[in-house]
Structures are given as structure tokens and as C-alpha cells.
């Protein structure tokens, strides 16, 4: 009975290997392809758009799917994308050494959050892997949150409150997050974009994660490291990380060499909302980084730089000494364009220290990897002596850090060719001078593949057989080839190897002699090679922590420059810090909107928020500018605190502690809540948490609900920010009543954006001035926005129909125009009555001159009005 596939020697490894790597699709290496089988390849053939087919489809059919392995990267990249995990079994035994089957092992399992290889990376981007772990006790909101790069190795842990878990995720904004199995369902909402990787508990045992950070790490403890007894649930998310990735690496992870803790207040905190709100570093719309803040802040020259600059701008800093560093250090190379411009041509020279580093230590580097670990260690000298002979400390500072690694620079420089190969193993990556061995080998190569093309040469004369030619493959070696027509002619030593269609091809003792010569030398040359490729990246492995302090290095220097490149070509000014909470912009611009329209054709305003002037009620018609305005001031705050000039004539600032921005609305219908219930949440936290140093932006709050009622919780919400809170707010609204607030609360101060009309049009001046606005001009906007005519006629009639019925003569709905009453109790007299018959009819009665009759007979009509009225439905 013929042997089932499944029960096949090849089949048997396969299974094993399927068992270790759990639910990831298995790419199997055989030869030159990647196989998948069984259930893995159903989901690879839909997924991938491979081809279906099936192993021994006579006997025991197996569904089966391949590609060819230099593929390899294109499939794991779409594989990963479509949120799957995926493990890779290599074959790990030389074929030509193997008795038998080929060993092979899985090597590496590729998950969102694991991704080193640079075709699968966006260089831009960080590639976080988190970790979340809750605090056990009864009373404790807290959790464990760590979060590691492992194509740089950075890795941090914190302890953070329930509260600010979603916040602190879109921060760090993490392609995986692994979390306890008992608590993935309850955490899922707060990662809804993320990769949700369920881990057994015991992986967060705190004994567990000290010891096994304690290996990671060659420490006793992880004091030196600034982690403490009160970052016990920080040290277990951290550990289980370092689980995770021995579990799904299988190799070194020495490029992780210290854990670095965080700690809340150090950074200007800005909730989620704020960060969709003012598309920091992604736009709402279509959530690319094209038309955020971080695209056009971005002018660095490599992508350690660009990678930094987006840390630095999701955590801009509160410590005043840390910005005034930056900003000075950003200042010198503003004033200095030579020095600035110079630094940015080396540092375009500049490759990815960080991730090429990350993959030597994991064992994945190539030869081109390390040639380019030598090309940027040429750069350092020069950049170094730039830095050198300033007066700036933090310039001084990054020269000092810069480690030259002279020793690592020359190993690579003597030994690796100029343009090395991707492949290891294919020979062509040393100099021939570099080793003596290794020259002589590469000359007993050479010199026997001349012998055989002079053997060749004798043949052809000896033989006379004019196009008889020496060949070779890796199946026969090297052979001679005769064509059918001149068989006749092949002498009689010649054995026969081969039949072909048109040809023979024979074998010569005398040919087999020096094909084993030349291919002993040969392989024995691409076999040293490897050896010492072996032994140069064990060298750079070894440098990996001096190499990763000196990516930073440049990192900053290119972070520093691209600031100062941008102020200068943009014509930004340096910020002031001063001790007092206070905005005072003169001509500010939104940095955004300054860049994508034509030069010159944005509109400037002065931003001034200062004691007795704290909040802005900005009101105006849509398509104006109060958002723009609003969203500016936040920016501009933003960009300032992580030490960049900013887009106006003059800045003078005190730091923020929180920047909150609630703008444009935002269903989240899949939680079942309304763009009015988030509205509501994200401003009731806003209330709950702002403090006398946050600023505050918000527009058009209330407008989700009737007009009352928005009116009602917009006007106090104003109130409670100016009582309570005390902070900077600009509050951008369509409800023109909340203009009265200036007469009763003394830091609202009203501003509105200048409308031109002409001829029934109007035209946005985009100016803000002091002072309310008197109309909406909602319908003007329609007409703009291409609203039928018959529609705009239609609501003109309407709105001058609902004005003379409900406005006062001073053309605003009735509001009380005292103080209202803030004792905690609900305001009833904040808005008029409607006119109504009944009530007019009252109004020219004399009580006193009315019999008890005649006061009857008045309340017996009255009734029939209200009961006639109520069956006609008015």
C-alpha cells in the first residue's frame, strides 16, 4: 500500500512545525519556494491570491499554496497588514551536508507589532509593540503599560490610571498591544485599532518579568535603570514584552539593553480626542500623515530624525529649562544657515542606524546592511567637527555623545567591498586584500576556470569539432557538448553523461580532475567569506549600544536642523516662555493651512489670551475662519512646547500642563453612542480635568441637540471654565446669545470673524475682530455650498418669518440680561416667552375693575381658545 503524504518524512516536520507556532500561517521552506498546507493555505490562497492546489492529489489530496521565496517580504507584508500572525520555517541544514531530510526550524514569527524587516516598515513611523496589565487590587484603577520598537530597541514602561489608558495609547499608537487573557473582551474598545494578542497571566507574574527583564538586561535589579518598587505593574507588562518577543523572535535581543521608565507630567498631556481633533500626525479624513502637523514639521533628512520628531511632537515638554534648550539650540542653527545647511547635506548621507543595528544583533543583517553601518560611520568625523567650537550646551552636548566608533568603522571599511550584495552566502562581499586565505583560494578559482577554457580550446582542435563547448550546471558539473550532427566525430575516451533533444554531453577523467579542483576553491572561497561576514557583524553587534547612542545623536542633530530649516523657510518666530498663563500672538498663522495654500494668501490674526481676558467667544458664519482661528492657537502652543519656532511675527507663551481640543464632530455609532454623547463625554472630562494652565479649545459645543438645550449647556459650561477652572479657552459657537456672557463674567471677552457684504453676497475677510457677530449668514453659506435656489428662497422666508415672530427688537432671542443666578439650581429665567393671544388679552385686563361674573366668563373663554387650539394641533 503506496504511503500517505501525510505520513511522509517531509509532512511529519511540516506538523511539528505547524504545532509550535500555534494559530500563525506557516510559510515551510522547500527549495526555492514557500509552502503552505491544510487550512493555511485556504486562507493564504483568499488572502494572498495564490493559486489553490494539492499534494498527492491521487491518494490523499492536501490543500497546498506557494510562492517563490525572494518573494518572501511582498507576502509577509501583506500577510501582517491583513492583521494575521505569520511564522517562518527556514531550512537551517546545508542541503549538501544533510543525511536525509533537510533540518528545519521555524526561525522567526512575524506579528503587527514585531516587524524588523525594512520592506514591512515605513521608515517614518515607529512600530510599537505594547504590553497592559491591571492593577489585582479592589480599589486600584491602575495598570502596567510598556511599549518597545524592536526594530530600534527603545523600550519604556509606565504605571497609569485607568483614565488615561486610551490616551496614553494613541500616543504611543501601537501596532500590537498583548494583554491577560481574563481582560482582553474589557479592553478591546480602548484598542479598537489595534492588534489584540491575548497572553496567559502567568507571563505577568511580577516575579516572572524581574527575573526574566534581569537576564535581558545582564543587572541584579532594575534600579540603576530608575524603575522602583512602586513600578511593580509597569515591570510586569514590561516582562511579559521581553517573553513575547523570545517566544516569536528566536534570536538575540541584545539591542534591547535598558528599560526607560516614564513618567506622567514631564510631558504636555494631550487626550485622544485632542490629537484627532488637531491631526497631529494624522489626518481625520483619511487618516495618512499627508496634512497633519507632523508632515509639514517634518524637514529632517533621515528616518531616525523623522521617527523623533513625531515623539517629540505626540510629547511635547512642560519643563521650561528642557524647551528654552531646544529652542536655543534651534535658534544658533537659524542663525547660522551655512552650519545648518551643511549638517543637512551629512546627514542625507546618513543611513538607519537604529533598525540596521536592531538587525545585526537579531542575526538578520546582509552584507549590505553592514557596508551601510560603514557608510554612515564615514559621516561622523565631519558632523562631529560641525557641532564642535559653538556656545550652545545642547550642541555641545550631542558632540560630546557622538561615539566616532573608529575601531568598528575600519574593520568594515578594510574588509567589505563597495557595493555589497543582499546575500550571505553567494560569496562577493570581501576585499581580496583583507585576507590572505581567502586570496589564495579566489586565485586556485580563477586559475582553474582558465585551464578549462583552454581545455575547451584543445578540444575543439583535437577533436575537430568547431562548436563543441565546455559547459556547467550544479546537477552534472562541468561537461562537453556535442551536437547530434557532429557525434561521429566525439573521440572514444569521451563517456557519455547526458542525452539531450540536439545533443550529447560526455565527461572527460581529465575534465572531472579540475572541476574538483575549481569548485573545491571555489565554494571553499564563498564558504570563508561567510565566516568572515560572521565575524564582522559580531563585531558590530558587539559596538550595538555605542552604535544606538550615537543614532540618537544624529537623530536630535537632524530633528534640530529640520526645525531650523523649516523656521527659516517659512519665516517662524522663536516663542517666549514667561511664568504667567498667558497666549499673546501677534499675526499667528495656522501652520497647516499656511503650507497647502498659495503663498500669501492666508490671513494673520493675533492670538491674546491673558489674566481678566482668559476666554474668547468667537462667533461668526461657517467657512469664516473660527476653527482655523481656535485650532491655530492649539498648534501653535503645541509646536512651541516641543522646542520649534512657530508661524507668526511674535509669540509669548506660558507652558500649558494639558492642551484639550473638541472640534468636529465624531460618531462612534459602533459603541453606540451619538456625536452628541461623545460631544458630551469628551467635554465632561474636559470640565473634570483641566486645570488654571491647560488651554482649552472648543467649537460649536451643544450643537447636537435642540437649540435650547445646546444654548443652555454651552452657556454653562462658559460659566463653570470661568468660576472653577480659570484656564485659557476659545470657545468658537453659532449660539449668538453666549455674546451676553461678557456683561456678567469678567474674562469672557467677545470676538467675531468679519463678513463683507455686497448685493445679497458676502465674502470671509477671515479677520478676527472684537466684538459679536450679528447674523449667521447660514443661508448665504448654503447658497455657496451649491444648495438649490428654490431651497435658499424657500429658508429666507422662513427665517424672516421665525424673526418677527421670536426675536426682540434688538434681533436676539429673548435672554435674560441679568447675572444669571449659579447657586446650582436650574436657571428658568434664562430664556423669554413666545407671544401669545391669550397672554396679550391678559396683559389689557384691569384686575381690579373685573366682578367675579366677568372674571368667570374670561376664564371660561380662555379655556375654549386653548381647548379649540389643542384639537387644531397648534
Not at 337 to 356: F, K
Request: some cysteine; aromatic content about 6%.
Amino acid at each position: 500500500m503506496a504511503t500517505s503524504t501525510a505520513t511522509t518524512p517531509m509532512m511529519q516536520q511540516y506538523r511539528d512545525a505547524k504545532a509550535a507556532c500555534g494559530d500563525a500561517l506557516l510559510l515551510f521552506r522547500m527549495g526555492d519556494f514557500y509552502e503552505l498546507f491544510f487550512e493555511d493555505a485556504k486562507t493564504a490562497a483568499e488572502v494572498l491570491g495564490l493559486t489553490l492546489t494539492s499534494r498527492d492529489k491521487t491518494n490523499n489530496p492536501i490543500p497546498m499554496a506557494g510562492f517563490p521565496h525572494h518573494q518572501l517580504d511582498n507576502y509577509l507584508a501583506k500577510i501582517v497588514q491583513s492583521g494575521m500572525r505569520v511564522a517562518v520555517c527556514e531550512q537551517v541544514e546545508d542541503s549538501r551536508r544533510a543525511k536525509g531530510l533537510v533540518r528545519r526550524e521555524v526561525t522567526r514569527v512575524v506579528t503587527p507589532g514585531t516587524v524588523t524587516d525594512d520592506a514591512l516598515l515605513d521608515p517614518r513611523e515607529n512600530n510599537y509593540l505594547a504590553a497592559i496589565y491591571p492593577s489585582s487590587g479592589p480599589a486600584s484603577t491602575d495598570f502596567g503599560l510598556a511599549w518597545v520598537e524592536l526594530s530600534t530597541g527603545r523600550f519604556h514602561a509606565a504605571t497609569i490610571d485607568l483614565k488615561r489608558l486610551a490616551d496614553e495609547l494613541a500616543r504611543i499608537h501601537p501596532a500590537e498591544c498583548l494583554v491577560p487573557e481574563e481582560i482582553a473582551d474589557a479592553l478591546r474598545p480602548s484598542a479598537e485599532t489595534i492588534m489584540v494578542t491575548e497572553r496567559p497571566k502567568w507571563v505577568f507574574a511580577l516575579a516572572t518579568a524581574e527575573k526574566m527583564l534581569a537576564q535581558q538586561f545582564e543587572t541584579a535589579s532594575l534600579e540603576g535603570m530608575g524603575i522602583g518598587a512602586d513600578d511593580s505593574l509597569a515591570v510586569q507588562a514590561a516582562g511579559a514584552l521581553i517573553d513575547y518577543l523570545q517566544e516569536t523572535q528566536k534570536s538575540s535581543l541584545a539591542h534591547i539593553d535598558r528599560l526607560i521608565p516614564y513618567r506622567a507630567g514631564l510631558q504636555l498631556d494631550i487626550d485622544q480626542a485632542t490629537r484627532r481633533s488637531l491631526e497631529l500626525t494624522r489626518t481625520i479624513r483619511e487618516g495618512d500623515r499627508a496634512g497633519s502637523l507632523l508632515s509639514v514639521l517634518d524637514r529632517t533628512s533621515t528616518p531616525m530624525g523623522s521617527r523623533l520628531l513625531a515623539n517629540w511632537l505626540s510629547s511635547p515638554l512642560t519643563d521650561r529649562p528642557a524647551i528654552d534648550e531646544r529652542l536655543n539650540a534651534v535658534g544658533l542653527l537659524y542663525d547660522n544657515p551655512s552650519l545648518s545647511g551643511e549638517l543637512a547635506r551629512q546627514l542625507r548621507g546618513i543611513y538607519d542606524v537604529e533598525r540596521l543595528v536592531s538587525r545585526v544583533t537579531t542575526g538578520r543583517a546582509s552584507p549590505r546592511d553592514l557596508a551601510q553601518v560603514g557608510r554612515t560611520l564615514t559621516q561622523l568625523p565631519e558632523i562631529k567637527a560641525k557641532l564642535s567650537g559653538h556656545s550652545n550646551p545642547l550642541l555641545l552636548q550631542l558632540e560630546a555623545e557622538l561615539d566616532l566608533c573608529p575601531d568598528v568603522r575600519g574593520k568594515l571599511e578594510s574588509a567589505l567591498v563597495d557595493d555589497c550584495p543582499l546575500s550571505a552566502r553567494e560569496g562577493g562581499i570581501i576585499r581580496p586584500e583583507f585576507s590572505s586565505e581567502l586570496n589564495h583560494l579566489r586565485k586556485l578559482a580563477a586559475g582553474g576556470k582558465q585551464w578549462i577554457l583552454r581545455y575547451q580550446a584543445d578540444q575543439v582542435a583535437t577533436a575537430g569539432i568547431p562548436n563543441l563547448k565546455v559547459g556547467y550546471n550544479r546537477v552534472f558539473g562541468y561537461f562537453i557538448e556535442v551536437t547530434n550532427a557532429q557525434r561521429d566525430k566525439v573521440p572514444e575516451h569521451y563517456i557519455r553523461k547526458q542525452t539531450l533533444k540536439n545533443a550529447e554531453r560526455y565527461v572527460t577523467p581529465e575534465l572531472k580532475e579540475y572541476e574538483e579542483k575549481v569548485l573545491t576553491a571555489d565554494q571553499q572561497a564563498t564558504d570563508l567569506e561567510y565566516e568572515l561576514f560572521l565575524e564582522l557583524r559580531d563585531i558590530v553587534s558587539a559596538a550595538a549600544r555605542r552604535l544606538q547612542a550615537t543614532a540618537l545623536v544624529l537623530a536630535t542633530v537632524d530633528c534640530l536642523v529640520g526645525l531650523a530649516e523649516l523656521a527659516r523657510a517659512r519665516n517662524y518666530c522663536r516663542p517666549v516662555f514667561v511664568d504667567e498663563p498667558t497666549i499673546h500672538i501677534v499675526d499667528g498663522r495656522h501652520p497647516v493651512l499656511d503650507v497647502l495654500e498659495p503663498q500669501g494668501t492666508f490671513v494673520p490674526n493675533d492670538i491674546v489670551l491673558e489674566e481678566g481676558e482668559s476666554i474668547q467667544i468667537i462667533t461668526g458664519p461657517n467657512m469664516a475662519g473660527k476653527s482655523t482661528y481656535i485650532r491655530q492657537a492649539a498648534l501653535l502652543t503645541i509646536m512651541a512646547q516641543m522646542g520649534s519656532f512657530v508661524p507668526a511675527n511674535k509669540a509669548t507663551l506660558g507652558i500649558a500642563d494639558r492642551v484639550f481640543a473638541r472640534v468636529g464632530a465624531s460618531d462612534e455609532l459602533s459603541r453606540g453612542q451619538s456625536t452628541f454623547m461623545v460631544e458630551m463625554t469628551e467635554t465632561a472630562r474636559i470640565l473634570n480635568t483641566a486645570t488654571s494652565r491647560s488651554l482649552v479649545v472648543l467649537d460649536e459645543i451643544g450643537r447636537g441637540t435642540s437649540t435650547y438645550d445646546g444654548v443652555s449647556l454651552a452657556w454653562a459650561i462658559i460659566e463653570h471654565i470661568h468660576d472653577h477652572i480659570g484656564c485659557r479657552t476659545l470657545f468658537a459657537t453659532h449660539y449668538h446669545e453666549l455674546a451676553d456672557l461678557d456683561r456678567s463674567l469678567t474674562s469672557v471677552k467677545n470676538l467675531n470673524v468679519t463678513v463683507k457684504e455686497w448685493e445679497d453676497k458676502i465674502v470671509f475677510l477671515h479677520k478676527i475682530v472684537p466684538g459679536a457677530a450679528d447674523k449667521s449668514y447660514g443661508i448665504h453659506v448654503a447658497r455657496l455650498a451649491g444648495v438649490p435656489r428654490e431651497v435658499n428662497e424657500r429658508a429666507k422666508d422662513i427665517l424672516a418669518q421665525l424673526e418677527a415672530e421670536h426675536l426682540d427688537d434688538q434681533g436676539r432671542a429673548r435672554i435674560a440680561r441679568d447675572k444669571p443666578h449659579r447657586s446650582g439650581s436650574l436657571q428658568l429665567s434664562l430664556f423669554g416667552f413666545a407671544d401669545h393671544p391669550i397672554l396679550d388679552e391678559i396683559s389689557q385686563q384691569d384686575p381690579n375693575a373685573l366682578t367675579p361674573l366677568a372674571a368667570h366668563q374670561l376664564v371660561q373663554n380662555w379655556h375654549q381658545q386653548l381647548a379649540g387650539r389643542k384639537k387644531q394641533g397648534q
